[in-house]
């Protein structure tokens, strides 16, 4: 999600429907990944409609443990939970929910429960908080794969292209904006030129 120089990572919108706690740790180990290659310094929160076990249920014990299980798999990422919305955004509500988190208040890359909470969320904020919904982008494949709207416009089509180019790239090299709409240009060329040749 990207708003003038604000960016948002959000996972999973729309494909996995009712992760477990392993999932949902691999969810938000790999949206993290993702986030930094799009210049997002991590902060990630566990969503829930809870904070800190101030509400019960099946869904609260669920983001708890999976933030504990990401805790155990990725020790050095920023990330907290269970966590409401408002706690993960809004410093004056973390003072009161969640005071000393390095996360609430400042999170930038939102791990929801299942899929009807992330893609009324991302929707949410494309709809009425005038973000740009770059995605969904596919994660933990052994190739860059992403996926389209079947509402998308050109622009739409144009921002994946630069997204799966810039996800083809080596983690341990950097390639910026420029570099990335070069890859994107040749592969069109590309496929432009075998298309020439089958007729």
Do not use: H, W
Not at 114 to 136: D, H, M, Q
Not at 172 to 178: G, L, T
């Amino acid at each position: 999600m990207v708003k003038g120089d604000k960016k948002l990572a959000m996972g999973d919108c729309a494909i996995n429907i009712a992760p477990n706690e392993d999932e949902l740790a691999e969810i938000a180990i790999e949206t993290a990944k993702t986030a930094k290659i799009f210049g997002i310094d991590p902060k990630v929160a566990m969503l829930s409609y809870s904070t800190y076990g101030s509400g019960k249920g099946e869904m609260v014990t669920l983001m708890a443990n999976a933030t504990k299980k990401v805790k155990e798999m990725a020790p050095d990422l920023d990330i907290d939970g269970e966590l409401q919305f408002d706690a993960a955004v809004a410093p004056e509500v973390a003072k009161v929910k969640c005071a000393g988190s390095t996360v609430a208040g400042q999170a930038n890359t939102f791990i929801f429960p299942e899929i009807s909470a992330g893609n009324i969320g991302y929707k949410i904020a494309s709809r009425l908080g005038g973000y740009t919904a770059v995605g969904p982008v596919l994660q933990g494949l052994n190739a860059p794969i992403n996926d389209l709207s079947r509402g998308c416009n050109a622009e739409e089509v144009y921002s994946m292209s630069i997204v799966t180019a810039a996800l083809s790239v080596p983690e341990e090299e950097k390639v910026d904006e420029e570099g990335l709409e070069a890859i994107v240009r040749a592969v069109v060329e590309t496929m432009l030129a075998a298309k020439k040749l089958d007729k």
